[in-house]
């Protein structure tokens, strides 16, 4: 994508801005009053709570001294608790700490016990990981849980005719017993190009054989920001008739037509209510899983899909939610250690790594999609926030973390030049990323 196509895609939204910085605040926040309420209750005082930078636009101090503020930069946010020299907790002020007795000094990020300051630090992270747990069992709350059997609840528009109905309970297909969705899955993996297959359902009591749609349709269900899909104008509902003029009745036929292409455009034959056009497309190089567990490039042109029906739900337990938040985020972490050691053996491109405009436009296409794709994304943002914190690089968490463990193994922090030149490398460590990631939103494909 070009520079100037870039820049006019934000001029012309403002909300692609304005979801970003609503995304940012929310997990600024969580993030940084992890870091005050820990603080708080390990007897460290906070001075300053602040969401954004620079002139501050509304302020009030509460009963414990505390300033809560909103600053004109919404891009980040602090907590500046008594005795620190700045923000960041670097370093303390020498001439505030002097001043300070002996039981205040206790109070202070500096003066406080290693404990204290270590739970501090690390409950920034923690509670961006908390945010992404709850965020996610409260999204299936709110979605619900498929049924054990496979029951229809709706069934999506599609080109053609078929027999399945909102209320089926799908016993088998082409054949094959589908008693839960796992064997649904295995099912719609072995059934013939065709658009459709015989059914035996249950309906109404009373079990009868009809004629329903492949599982598994060219169907789009999803766009990836920043992806051939969405270049080319594809939309959420449209079906994907043909490429190239070859009929694909299955959303595998898309993906095997895209894989042994090799990046070659293909032209595209699709279904949007009710009318067809045709659209061209060149597929573009993507992370995709390996045999091996891992990651390797691969073509994509950024769309995905999953049943032909909207599954009937119930209401899960709290146990069932909170298991599903913790696995979701814990796949987030995975996932990213599996991207970075990718990159490091060569495997997939650095071009994987997103700045600030690749964000922003991630952003704003969920927050156009809707408030549930929106809120998924913030707690997926969260988890990464929090993860890049824990990295040991100074200026972030991790390496404050670092300095705490050095200090509890040596019975001493570090010296200060030490600190200083850890803390000089580690400012231009993070800014080369932030550059890095802004020349990939600008250059990469």
């Given at each position: 994508?070009?520079?100037?196509?870039?820049?006019?895609?934000?001029?012309?939204?403002?909300?692609?801005?304005?979801?970003?910085?609503?995304?940012?605040?929310?997990?600024?926040?969580?993030?940084?009053?992890?870091?005050?309420?820990?603080?708080?209750?390990?007897?460290?005082?906070?001075?300053?709570?602040?969401?954004?930078?620079?002139?501050?636009?509304?302020?009030?101090?509460?009963?414990?001294?505390?300033?809560?503020?909103?600053?004109?930069?919404?891009?980040?946010?602090?907590?500046?608790?008594?005795?620190?020299?700045?923000?960041?907790?670097?370093?303390?002020?020498?001439?505030?700490?002097?001043?300070?007795?002996?039981?205040?000094?206790?109070?202070?990020?500096?003066?406080?016990?290693?404990?204290?300051?270590?739970?501090?630090?690390?409950?920034?992270?923690?509670?961006?990981?908390?945010l992404s747990i709850i965020v996610f069992g409260a999204l299936l709350f709110a979605s619900g849980v498929a049924t054990d059997t496979p029951e229809?609840?709706?069934?999506?528009?599609?080109?053609?005719?078929?027999?399945?109905?909102?209320?089926?309970?799908?016993?088998?297909?082409?054949?094959?017993?589908?008693?839960?969705?796992?064997?649904?899955?295995?099912?719609?993996?072995?059934?013939?190009p065709e658009e459709t297959v015989d059914y035996r359902v249950m309906r109404d009591g009373r079990e009868i054989s009809i004629a329903g749609p492949?599982?598994?349709?060219?169907?789009?269900?999803?766009?990836?920001?920043?992806?051939?899909?969405?270049?080319?104008?594809?939309?959420?509902?449209?079906?994907?008739?043909?490429?190239?003029?070859?009929?694909?009745?299955?959303?595998?036929?898309?993906?095997?037509?895209?894989?042994?292409?090799?990046?070659?455009?293909?032209?595209?034959?699709?279904?949007?209510?009710?009318?067809?056009?045709?659209?061209?497309?060149?597929?573009?190089?993507?992370?995709?899983?390996?045999?091996?567990?891992?990651?390797?490039?691969?073509?994509?042109?950024?769309?995905?899909?999953?049943?032909?029906?909207?599954?009937?739900?119930?209401?899960?337990?709290?146990?069932?939610?909170?298991?599903?938040?913790?696995?979701?985020?814990?796949?987030?972490?995975?996932?990213?250690?599996?991207?970075?050691?990718?990159?490091?053996?060569?495997?997939?491109?650095?071009?994987?790594?997103?700045?600030?405009?690749?964000?922003?436009?991630?952003?704003?296409?969920?927050?156009?999609?809707?408030?549930?794709?929106?809120i998924w994304l913030v707690a997926a943002l969260s988890t990464a926030i929090g993860l890049l914190n824990l990295f040991p690089i100074p200026v972030?968490?991790?390496?404050?973390?670092?300095?705490?463990?050095?200090?509890?193994?040596?019975?001493?922090?570090?010296?200060?030049?030490?600190?200083?030149?850890?803390?000089?490398?580690?400012?231009?460590?993070?800014?080369?990323?932030?550059?890095?990631?802004?020349?990939?939103?600008?250059?990469?494909?």
């Amino acid at each position: 994508m070009e520079i100037p196509a870039i820049l006019a895609g934000l001029a012309d939204t403002g909300g692609t801005v304005l979801a970003f910085i609503v995304a940012l605040s929310i997990i600024v926040a969580v993030h940084e009053y992890g870091h005050y309420i820990v603080g708080r209750w390990s007897g460290i005082h906070a001075e300053v709570f602040s969401i954004g930078f620079g002139p501050v636009l509304w302020s009030r101090v509460d009963r414990r001294g505390t300033r809560w503020q909103v600053a004109a930069l919404p891009f980040g946010g602090y907590v500046k608790f008594l005795g620190d020299a700045n923000a960041a907790s670097a370093g303390a002020d020498e001439g505030t700490m002097a001043r300070l007795s002996d039981e205040e000094r206790r109070h202070t990020m500096h003066g406080a016990p290693l404990w204290a300051r270590a739970a501090t630090v690390f409950a920034g992270p923690l509670f961006n990981f908390i945010l992404s747990i709850i965020v996610f069992g409260a999204l299936l709350f709110a979605s619900g849980v498929a049924t054990d059997t496979p029951e229809v609840a709706s069934v999506k528009p599609l080109p053609y005719q078929h027999d399945l109905r909102p209320g089926d309970r799908i016993l088998a297909v082409a054949g094959q017993e589908t008693p839960d969705y796992s064997a649904l899955g295995d099912v719609a993996e072995t059934l013939p190009p065709e658009e459709t297959v015989d059914y035996r359902v249950m309906r109404d009591g009373r079990e009868i054989s009809i004629a329903g749609p492949t599982l598994m349709p060219p169907l789009i269900l999803g766009i990836q920001p920043r992806s051939a899909a969405q270049d080319a104008g594809l939309e959420i509902g449209d079906v994907i008739l043909a490429m190239n003029g070859e009929p694909t009745p299955r959303f595998s036929d898309l993906q095997e037509v895209v894989r042994e292409g090799k990046g070659a455009p293909v032209t595209l034959t699709v279904w949007r209510d009710g009318e067809t056009f045709e659209t061209t497309l060149s597929p573009r190089e993507r992370p995709v899983e390996a045999a091996d567990g891992g990651l390797e490039t691969g073509y994509l042109i950024g769309i995905s899909s999953t049943f032909v029906f909207e599954p009937a739900t119930r209401s899960p337990g709290l146990g069932e939610a909170a298991t599903v938040g913790v696995a979701q985020t814990w796949g987030i972490i995975r996932g990213t250690f599996t991207g970075i050691s990718s990159m490091v053996a060569g495997r997939i491109s650095t071009c994987n790594i997103n700045g600030p405009v690749g964000i922003a436009q991630a952003t704003g296409q969920a927050a156009e999609e809707g408030l549930t794709p929106f809120i998924w994304l913030v707690a997926a943002l969260s988890t990464a926030i929090g993860l890049l914190n824990l990295f040991p690089i100074p200026v972030l968490d991790g390496g404050h973390l670092v300095f705490h463990a050095y200090e509890w193994a040596f019975g001493k922090p570090p010296p200060d030049r030490v600190m200083n030149t850890a803390m000089a490398v580690g400012l231009a460590l993070v800014l080369s990323l932030m550059v890095f990631g802004l020349t990939n939103d600008l250059f990469c494909p």
